[in-house]
């Protein structure tokens, strides 16, 4: 591939830190609640067997994404991210589909499945491309290091207000019914 089709590689990495911190904190707050995280997958109307095997599969997969995203098999790594970002949407789509109003289970405060988490998964999903981009070969720098440091809490905030907007969205749509 010549260089001038290769990402810089600083691009790669501000998408794979983001990701990371993403299923990092998925992971923890299913780890961290069980019992909430069950009755999410039940909600979906999953098999007893699946639900039992996602219980205690899906949050260390999550945990795996997030190591391979910041290692050298980051390529990996966005693999498995944005297929895991699919399949979130993919089951979220279903049950928006069927009429079924329920919680996305992304961890932190509830947030009702809507088509705007279908689209911010797909989005997510073109992020892990992002990090699994070709990039030219040039060494990262200090400066490189502290731009994807400092990306990493902008976009934890950017995700947190988008989250917000669409709980305040469902709030009002509540308040005409």
């Not at 999550?62 to 944005?82: C, D, F, M, N, Q």
């Not at 934890?156 to 207000?161: F, H, R, S, T």
Request: neutral net charge.
């Amino acid at each position: 591939m010549t260089e001038a089709l290769l990402a810089d590689p600083l691009a790669g990495w501000i998408a794979s830190a983001w990701l990371a911190v993403l299923f990092a904190h998925a992971a923890v707050a299913k780890w961290g609640d069980l019992a909430l995280f069950e009755q999410h997958l039940a909600a979906y109307h999953l098999p007893d067997a699946l639900r039992t095997v996602l219980l205690r599969t899906l949050p260390a997969l999550e945990l795996v994404t997030a190591a391979a995203l910041l290692s050298p098999w980051r390529g990996a790594g966005a693999a498995l991210a944005a297929a895991l970002l699919l399949a979130y949407a993919a089951a979220m789509a279903w049950h928006l589909a069927r009429g079924l109003a329920l919680d996305c289970g992304c961890g932190g405060e509830p947030l009702p499945v809507s088509w705007a988490l279908v689209a911010r998964n797909a989005a997510l999903a073109l992020l892990a491309g992002v990090a699994a981009t070709p990039h030219a070969e040039r060494a990262l720098g200090l400066g490189d290091f502290a731009v994807v440091a400092a990306s990493v809490p902008l976009a934890a905030l950017l995700y947190a207000a988008f989250n917000e907007l669409l709980r305040h969205q469902v709030g009002v749509r509540m308040r005409r019914i």
